[in-house]
């Protein structure tokens, strides 16, 4: 169903094309916005970036939308009625009418009562669908369609985003791919020496923003080190180690020159990782962080997990060359992953006085005399 004179096999073709483009190219998603007008009677047509409890909720591109509406579209509905959040609870790839998500009685109040939009048959309906959301920001592709024209386009609009919806799930796709990919290269660049290992970009609020296709799979292993939290946060399974991606988030001294020094990581049955938080800089967080639509949300933290040589191997060494017992390796293992003796105590649920004489007995094995030397010798030992 189309307007009279638009062949919609030529449309629809025309549209996908454009689509695959902007899966290698994002300024193209500009390029689809007029067809897709055009197909619903000239009606508006937008991208929206919905954050709930942001001030705004932008218009990141449009098609016929008045600049004064566009430019105050996140401004009304976030202070007046918070429509904004009703959008991102969409379920990702759901197409729904405008009906669904907000009540006719709850656009009059927003738009026409507080002399946003008049006279109120401008008032907007339409359909849209969430295309991703990230747990802090949902992108929307909507149509906005005037109450006096509402039941003639309405469904016009819902059966063309339904059509395109394959086409651009499967461009978002092509798109993480990419970006891991570029991911991975700019780790080879930079010399993090990440060479097989999980890349995620992790944003302030400890949200994912991107990965690479190791990082993918960790989070498929159930009993991986890494998993995803309600609202697509970034947890650990150790929670005493979590302190070492919050300090990353927090510090002011940002860079890649600021190399963090390795903490392990547990994954089920035994399994031994480790990791490191990189705090970014303005530069290379505009770099690392994704390209949604054109728009790039902020990327504060680069965490790198890969395997590391089982603590069994480990334990087995420095007991046989320097007698240490089973908890003082652990306890060795951790100091030399840059964990405090407070986060020790608390994952070994011991009291700091424990090991404190535990960490003194294994310096006095080992000949060493701080921290630092330990860390050093124990990966040596790693490496042999």
């Keep these: 169903m189309s307007r009279p004179g638009i062949d919609s096999s030529a449309a629809l073709a025309e549209m996908s094309m454009t689509i695959f483009k902007a899966s290698l190219d994002p300024q193209y998603w500009s390029d689809l916005l007029p067809k897709l007008s055009e197909v619903c009677d000239d009606n508006p047509v937008s991208l929206l970036a919905c ?7 932008p218009v990141v591109i449009s098609h016929g939308l008045e600049d ?29 009418k405008i009906a669904n998500v907000m009540e006719t ?17 401008n008032l907007s309906g339409g359909a849209g669908v969430i295309l991703t959301a990230n747990g802090e920001t949902a992108f929307c592709l909507g149509t906005t369609v005037r109450f006096r024209n509402l039941e003639k386009n309405e469904e016009i609009a819902a059966q063309w985003i339904g059509k395109l919806l394959p086409f651009v799930l499967q461009a978002q796709q092509v798109s993480r791919a990419l970006d891991g990919l570029k991911l991975e290269s700019f780790a080879a ?5 990440a060479g097989g290992a999980a890349i ?6 400890r949200t994912l923003l991107q990965m690479n296709d190791v990082a993918h799979e960790m989070l498929e292993q159930l009993d991986g080190p890494v998993h995803l939290l309600p609202g697509n946060r970034i947890g650990m399974r150790e929670m005493s180690v979590e302190d070492h991606l919050d300090i990353a988030i927090a510090t002011e001294q940002r860079g890649l020159d600021r190399l963090a020094l390795p903490f392990p990581l547990r994954g089920a049955n035994n399994s031994f990782f480790s990791a490191r938080a990189i705090p970014l800089d303005a530069a290379s967080a505009a770099e690392v962080s994704p390209n949604w639509f054109g728009h790039r ?26 007698g240490l017992t089973k908890s003082e390796v652990d306890i060795v293992d951790r100091i030399a992953g840059g964990s405090t003796l407070e986060q020790i105590a608390e994952a070994r649920q011991a009291s700091i006085h424990t090991v404190r004489s535990q960490l003194k007995s294994a310096m006095g094995k080992t ?18």
């Design 51 to 57: 954050s709930p409890g942001s001030a705004q909720a």
């Design 68 to 96: 004064s509406y566009a430019e105050s579209y996140g401004e009304n509905y976030n202070r007046l009625n918070c429509w904004a959040p009703r959008f991102s609870q969409r379920r990702p790839g759901e197409v729904f």
């Design 105 to 121: 009685r709850d656009l009059v109040r927003t738009e026409f009562y507080n002399d946003w939009l008049k006279p109120q048959d």
């Design 189 to 193: 660049r930079q010399n993090l020496n």
């Design 200 to 205: 995620f970009v992790i944003s302030a609020k």
């Design 297 to 322: 949300p902020p990327a504060a933290v680069l965490l790198i997990v890969e395997r590391a040589v089982s603590t069994l191997g480990i334990s087995h060494r420095l007991t046989e060359r320097f």
């Design 367 to 384: 000949g060493t005399r701080r921290q630092a030397d330990l860390a050093t010798l124990v990966e040596r030992v790693r490496r042999a």
